[in-house]
Nanobody, 119 residues
Framework: QVHLIESGGGLVQAGGSLRLSCAARSGRPLSGFDIAWFRQAPGKERDLVASMTYSSRTYYAGSVQGRFTISTTSARTTVYLQMNSLKPEDTAVYYC????????????WGQGTQVTVSS
């Protein structure tokens, strides 16, 4: 079990930027895990935003491609989601999650951090 803590959410105007951070509460490196950022807007399902495999292969949802970047520190102790050119439709609670590569589902989740983009 990995307890994750997110930070960095807040209120920003459209066109602005935010950087979300995620780390294990114990401070352990997240090496050997697939890592992802999800988001859930009110009344909608939780959607995958960006992910990075244990081998650092990345994936982005089409709606954020070119605007968001997932990255980690070299020791993989912190995972970031850099969000640029934010739009009101990016407003959601953002969650960090990890899983072992052999698992099909993400099974370790953070508590979420609110991102609100005003028009």
């Amino acid at each position: 079990q990995v307890h994750l803590i997110e930070s960095g959410g807040g209120l920003v105007q459209a066109g602005g930027s935010l950087r979300l951070s995620c780390a294990a509460r114990s401070g352990r490196p997240l090496s050997g895990f697939d890592i992802a950022w999800f988001r859930q807007a009110p009344g909608k399902e939780r959607d995958l935003v960006a992910s990075m495999t244990y081998s650092s292969r990345t994936y982005y949802a089409g709606s954020v491609q070119g605007r968001f970047t997932i990255s980690t520190t070299s020791a993989r102790t912190t995972v970031y989601l850099q969000m640029n050119s934010l739009k009101p439709e990016d407003t959601a609670v953002y969650y960090c999650a990890v899983k072992r590569p052999a698992s099909s589902d993400y099974d370790n989740w953070g508590q979420g951090t609110q991102v609100t983009v005003s028009s």
